[in-house]
């Protein structure tokens, strides 16, 4: 069964510093979604994308997040100058219209 | 706005058992979709089971059910046979059924079940 891979699973990274998340979709899938789990708590939404452009963006998704899909098959999330309240577990998913999305296993991002 | 709310922090079970999960939630949309998603302690997040809120009967999925109580606005997840491998936290998540990419999840705070050999 086709999967949604991210890449690293695991990012440790210095405040202030840029990170880049990947993610490859599954392929026949058309609208990319990142979502965020602090440790211990619910999964937030952060952005969908749809026809190489955000659809919706949560309050949390301010400018020091963006995302792109820059070769038709990776879909990234950068966050410009990392802070301390960014470590968390990122998931990107991906959906054919109004089927379940499917979860990548995420990628834990610390920042010291 | 949609709000997804589940009010078991933890449960436990025996092995072998059966046990339910609640879950409500708060919406004016007449065409939604609801989900149990699984994240054992590899915090992968696993679909479980799907509801379209139009349809009348329940979902099942194996051992996994759902009852479902539109107008109580109500989700709750039935596991039976309960085994080790469920240990893992629950979440319950709601869709808008309008398509599209405007179509994100949103999730409940997670209910964490243990199942006790």
């Known amino acids: 069964e086709p999967e949604v891979t991210q890449t690293p699973s695991h990012q440790v990274t210095q405040m202030g510093q840029e990170v880049i998340l990947r993610c490859v979709p599954i392929s026949n899938h058309l609208y990319f979604y990142w979502y965020r789990q602090i440790l211990g708590q619910k999964v937030e939404f952060l952005v969908s994308f749809y026809n190489n452009e955000i659809s919706e963006k949560s309050e949390i998704f301010d400018d020091q997040f963006s995302v792109e899909r820059p070769d038709g098959s990776n879909f990234t999330l950068k966050i410009r100058s990392t802070k301390l309240e960014d470590s968390a577990m990122y998931f990107c998913?991906?959906?054919?219209?109004?089927?379940?999305?499917?979860f990548g296993d995420g990628t834990r991002l610390s920042i010291l | 706005a949609q709000t997804v709310t589940q009010s078991q922090p933890e449960m436990s079970v025996q092995e072998a058992e059966t046990v339910t999960l609640s879950c409500t939630y708060d919406?004016?949309?007449?065409?939604?979709?609801l989900f149990w998603y699984k994240q054992p302690p590899s915090r992968q997040m696993i679909l479980v089971i799907r509801q379209e809120a139009y349809k009348q009967q329940n979902a099942t999925e194996n051992r996994f059910s759902v009852n479902f109580q539109k107008a109580a606005k109500s989700f709750s997840l039935k596991i039976s046979d309960s085994q080790l491998g469920d240990t893992a936290m629950y979440f319950c998540?709601?869709?808008?059924?309008?398509?599209?990419?405007?179509?994100?999840?949103?999730f409940g705070t997670g209910t964490l079940l243990a199942v006790q050999p």
């Open positions: 998540a709601f869709m808008k059924g309008t398509g599209g990419a405007t179509n994100k999840l949103i």
């Open positions: 998913a991906s959906t054919r219209d109004l089927q379940p999305q499917h």
């Open positions: 919406t004016s949309e007449s065409n939604y979709y």
